[in-house]
């Protein structure tokens, strides 16, 4: 029951450097997303995605790139490093979410996140 | 656009004590869901409550209990009987007629043996 994993769990990169963190979930969950946290921010949305090949932005988008070929896998990738990325990033999935005139919320989980420094 | 405030940044308390987290929200939506999770040292964050808009009933787990009230905009979260295994930062979060949670900032709770 692996649930839902991240790698690498810590990454020290250098500022310009490409980075991919990877998100992987065995629940077939129709949803995912990508967290980062920081002091005195909580958790804050980068990306996420309701299906595959679907995705959007969230709150803090500029510099992350996502993609969804498959169900289960959801990378996030940082296309030139920046020390405001330095961070811990958390990947969440969530069962379908039905719309209608009341609407259901499936609970997010969240896997065990990511530590990037970013030199 | 929603919003989700916990003002207490850091709660410390003696082992066996009571305590009340608070959380107020802020949104437009009719239909709405709020959320606890729990972040203890080791990182990860581990769910433990949701609830839904329509339902304002008070529910209890073992020592965790919630309060929900819609008249006041707050889903406070009490531990009875603290723990040192308590200790741990607290989210309340918030999702509307969107997908995407908001959290709040959260709270540091530490429970002193």
């Known amino acids: 029951d692996a649930g839902i994993t991240q790698s690498p769990r810590y990454k020290i990169t250098e500022t310009g450097r490409q980075v991919t963190l990877m998100c992987h979930q065995t629940?077939?969950?129709?949803?995912m997303f990508w967290y980062r946290q920081d002091l005195g921010h909580g958790l804050r949305l980068i990306y996420y995605?309701?299906?595959?090949?679907?995705?959007d932005k969230g709150e803090v988008s500029d510099g992350y790139v996502v993609s969804r070929s498959k169900t289960e896998n959801f990378p996030l990738t940082l296309e030139s490093a920046t020390r405001s990325q330095t961070s811990v990033y958390f990947c969440?999935?969530?069962?379908?979410?039905?719309?209608?005139?009341?609407?259901?919320?499936?609970?997010?989980?969240f896997g065990p996140g990511t530590r990037l420094l970013v030199l | 656009a929603q919003k989700v405030t916990q003002a207490q940044t850091e709660i410390s308390v003696v082992e066996k004590e009571d305590v009340t987290l608070d959380c107020v929200y802020e949104?437009?939506?009719?239909?709405?869901?709020l959320f606890w999770y729990k972040q203890p040292p080791s990182g990860e964050l581990v769910f433990l409550i949701r609830?839904?808009?329509?339902?304002?009933q008070n529910e209890i787990s073992g020592r965790y209990s919630w309060n929900f009230q819609k008249s006041t905009s707050s889903f406070n979260f009490t531990i009875t009987a603290s723990q040192v295994v308590d200790s741990a930062v607290y989210f309340c979060?918030?999702?509307?007629?969107?997908?995407?949670?908001?959290f709040g900032t959260g709270t540091r709770l530490t429970i002193i043996p």
């Open positions: 979060a918030l999702s509307g007629r969107r997908v995407k949670l908001t």
């Open positions: 969440a999935s969530s069962d379908r979410w039905l719309a209608g005139v009341q609407g259901h919320q499936e609970t997010q989980y």
């Open positions: 995605s309701a299906a595959a090949d679907i995705t």
């Open positions: 949104t437009r939506d009719t239909t709405y869901y």
């Open positions: 609830r839904n808009s329509f339902d304002e």
């Open positions: 629940w077939s969950h129709s949803y």
